[in-house]
């Protein structure tokens, strides 16, 4: 182990699905360390068994967490090295963890993470969206109306956006994600990563919606969803001879017959050279 005097805290990734996906240096930690700190003790078990390793559990969950904290970190401090592991994927990721790692750094404790599975990155390597710049928003709001006023937020956001659904819940979120969205929107619906039946779907949200209501099949295991980035209209271009009978008309008349006039000589929509006029306006304020 890499610590001595005080003791470590290893923040250990494990397997979203696939147990071959652990690493080595994952499996020599969990042999090593003095305690694993499982966010759910029966189903860590079931890893270690697999890979023989017979460390003791001690629970750490999103209902214990603050109560363990203590015994923990006086733990650490005592010497003995401890791992902090999920049920899948990468701990603290839209999981428990982050009140114990946080109380270890201000206690000057080393955390060292050992990277491995994280289901918002796997999704986002095979999903075909833009992966330069993204955004992990991790669950939806449950309610109907909070979940609402979260997409509300974020519809505009440029970047991909990529969220953790229930799968009881995946069908609302995704009717929910069309309404304020836009239904042609792309997204991508990632399910059961590494998994028997993993799904990797990228198609319009209207679409989405559609093949999930279809098949109750898709709404069962771990869901993630990508939405593209959103895309500012394009500006409509502009006959430059409209542009100047209008700016002309604009010097004698009113807005709104200084564009019907423009739009009768010019052929030009009407209620678009009226906009331009209204937005040349807005701007000389």
């Given at each position: 182990?890499?610590?001595?005097?005080?003791?470590?805290?290893?923040?250990?990734?494990?397997?979203?699905?696939?147990?071959?996906?652990?690493?080595?240096?994952?499996?020599?930690?969990?042999?090593?360390?003095?305690?694993?700190?499982?966010?759910?003790?029966?189903?860590?078990?079931?890893?270690?068994?697999?890979?023989?390793?017979?460390?003791?559990?001690?629970?750490?969950?999103?209902?214990?967490?603050?109560?363990?904290?203590?015994?923990?970190?006086?733990?650490?401090?005592?010497?003995?090295?401890?791992?902090?592991?999920?049920?899948?994927?990468?701990?603290?990721?839209?999981?428990?963890?982050?009140?114990?790692?946080?109380?270890?750094?201000?206690?000057?404790?080393?955390?060292?993470?050992?990277?491995?599975?994280?289901?918002?990155?796997?999704?986002?390597?095979?999903?075909?969206?833009?992966?330069?710049?993204?955004?992990?928003?991790?669950?939806?709001?449950?309610?109907?109306?909070?979940?609402?006023?979260?997409?509300?937020s974020l519809k505009q956001e440029q970047r991909t956006l990529i969220f953790y659904e229930a799968p009881h819940r995946l069908l609302e979120s995704l009717q929910d994600l069309s309404a304020i969205f836009?239904?042609?929107?792309?997204?991508?619906?990632?399910?059961?990563?590494?998994?028997?039946?993993?799904?990797?779907?990228?198609?319009?949200?209207?679409?989405?919606?559609?093949?999930?209501?279809?098949?109750?099949?898709?709404?069962?295991?771990?869901?993630?969803?990508?939405?593209?980035?959103?895309?500012?209209?394009?500006?409509?271009?502009?006959?430059?001879?409209?542009?100047?009978?209008?700016?002309?008309?604009?010097?004698?008349?009113?807005?709104?017959?200084?564009?019907?006039?423009?739009?009768?000589?010019?052929?030009?929509?009407?209620?678009?050279l009226y906009q331009y006029a209204i937005e040349c306006i807005d701007k000389n304020k």
């Amino acid at each position: 182990m890499e610590c001595n005097q005080i003791g470590c805290l290893y923040v250990v990734a494990t397997p979203i699905g696939n147990l071959e996906d652990i690493t080595h240096r994952a499996l020599n930690v969990l042999r090593e360390v003095d305690l694993i700190a499982a966010e759910d003790t029966r189903h860590t078990s079931k890893l270690l068994q697999h890979f023989a390793i017979s460390t003791p559990l001690k629970p750490c969950h999103d209902h214990n967490e603050r109560e363990q904290q203590g015994y923990l970190i006086n733990l650490l401090l005592s010497g003995k090295n401890i791992a902090l592991v999920s049920d899948a994927g990468t701990p603290l990721i839209s999981d428990p963890g982050f009140h114990l790692v946080k109380e270890a750094q201000l206690k000057h404790i080393k955390v060292v993470p050992v990277p491995g599975a994280c289901a918002v990155i796997t999704a986002l390597s095979a999903a075909g969206l833009p992966s330069d710049r993204f955004s992990f928003e991790g669950f939806l709001p449950a309610k109907s109306v909070a979940r609402k006023n979260t997409l509300e937020s974020l519809k505009q956001e440029q970047r991909t956006l990529i969220f953790y659904e229930a799968p009881h819940r995946l069908l609302e979120s995704l009717q929910d994600l069309s309404a304020i969205f836009g239904s042609d929107r792309v997204a991508v619906l990632a399910r059961e990563l590494t998994k028997t039946f993993e799904t990797i779907k990228q198609c319009s949200l209207a679409e989405l919606v559609n093949w999930v209501a279809s098949d109750a099949n898709q709404q069962r295991g771990e869901c993630v969803l990508l939405i593209s980035p959103w895309k500012a209209p394009e500006e409509e271009s502009f006959n430059q001879e409209s542009l100047r009978v209008l700016k002309v008309l604009l010097n004698e008349l009113p807005v709104k017959q200084a564009a019907a006039l423009a739009a009768e000589i010019t052929g030009e929509r009407k209620n678009k050279l009226y906009q331009y006029a209204i937005e040349c306006i807005d701007k000389n304020k």
